[in-house]
C-alpha cells in the first residue's frame, strides 16, 4: 500500500488506460479524482471503485471547468499529491490533411495537449506543498506515423515537448515524465455495460517483439511507478512502452 494517504488526479478515468491507472492507484492505497467529460463512464467508475474514488464531471479543454475540477478534488481530499493526463481523443486517423478543418484540428491541440497543459498549471501550487509528480500521456504515434493522422500525432510530440519543459521549470519540487504508449486493447476497461474482449488475431501479437499486444495494466505499472517515491530521481523523461514495436525494422 505504497499510496497510502495519497490523493491523485486522473484525466480520462471513466475508461480505457486511464482507468486501469485509476483502478492500481486505489488498489495501492490511494485516493483518486477521475475527470472525464462521460458522465456514464465516470459515474460507473466510480461505483465500481468505491470510496477511495470520485468522478468530476469537466472538459479538459474549458480553463474554468479545470480549475474547477481541481478545486473539487482537493476539497474532497484536502491535498492533492499527483496529476495524469490521460485524457485525449483517440482517433488518430482525420483523413487527408487537405481536408482537415481547422476547427477539428483546433479541437485536437485543445484536448489532447492544452488540457495537460491547464491541469499542470492549476495543480502547481498544490503539488508544491506535497512535492507531487505529473505524468503525461503520449503516444508512440509522437515518434513514428501512418499517414493522415497529423493532428494527433502534432500533440502526441508536444505532450512529450511539454513534460520535459515542465521538469525543468517545476523542479526540484515537481517531478514530471512522459508515457507513450504503443498499441494497448482497451476494450475490457470500459464502462461494465460496455465491455467486450478485444478481437485480435495471431497477425496482430507477432508484430510485437513480446508476442503479445500491450494491455492497460501494463501502462497503469508504470504510472504508478513514476509517480512513487522510488522513482524519485526520475524526471523529464519519455517513457516508451509498446512491447519492443518502434525498435522493429518492417519490410514488405
Request: hydrophobic share 40%.
Amino acid at each position: 500500500m505504497r499510496f497510502a494517504d495519497k490523493v491523485f488526479l486522473v484525466t480520462g478515468g471513466g475508461r480505457g488506460i486511464g482507468r486501469a491507472i485509476a483502478r492500481r492507484l486505489v488498489a495501492e492505497g490511494a485516493r483518486v479524482c477521475i475527470v472525464d467529460r462521460d458522465r456514464h463512464a465516470g459515474s460507473d467508475a466510480a461505483r465500481e471503485y468505491g470510496a477511495p474514488l470520485c468522478y468530476v464531471h469537466a472538459d479538459v479543454a474549458r480553463e474554468p471547468e479545470v480549475r474547477r475540477a481541481v478545486t473539487s478534488c482537493v476539497r474532497w481530499a484536502k491535498r492533492l499529491d499527483g496529476v495524469v493526463n490521460n485524457a485525449a481523443i483517440a482517433g488518430a486517423h482525420t483523413g487527408p490533411i487537405e481536408d482537415l478543418t481547422l476547427a477539428a484540428w483546433r479541437r485536437y491541440l485543445d484536448c489532447n495537449l492544452t488540457g495537460a497543459m491547464l491541469f499542470a498549471k492549476h495543480a502547481i501550487r498544490h503539488l508544491r506543498t506535497t512535492r507531487g509528480a505529473i505524468v503525461n500521456l503520449a503516444s508512440t504515434r509522437a515518434l513514428q506515423s501512418e499517414r493522415d493522422g497529423e493532428a494527433y500525432a502534432a500533440t502526441k510530440g508536444g505532450i512529450v515537448a511539454l513534460s520535459h519543459a515542465l521538469s525543468i521549470s517545476l523542479g526540484p519540487a515537481i517531478r514530471v515524465n512522459c508515457i507513450s504508449p504503443g498499441w494497448i486493447a482497451t476494450d475490457e476497461l470500459a464502462p461494465r455495460d460496455q465491455r467486450r474482449a478485444p478481437k485480435l488475431s495471431r497477425a496482430d501479437h507477432a508484430q510485437h517483439p513480446v508476442g503479445r499486444v500491450g494491455q492497460p495494466d501494463d501502462v497503469a505499472g508504470l504510472c504508478a511507478w513514476l509517480l512513487s517515491d522510488e522513482a524519485g530521481f526520475v524526471t523529464g523523461q519519455n517513457f516508451v512502452i509498446d512491447g519492443g514495436m518502434t525498435r522493429k525494422m518492417i519490410y514488405v
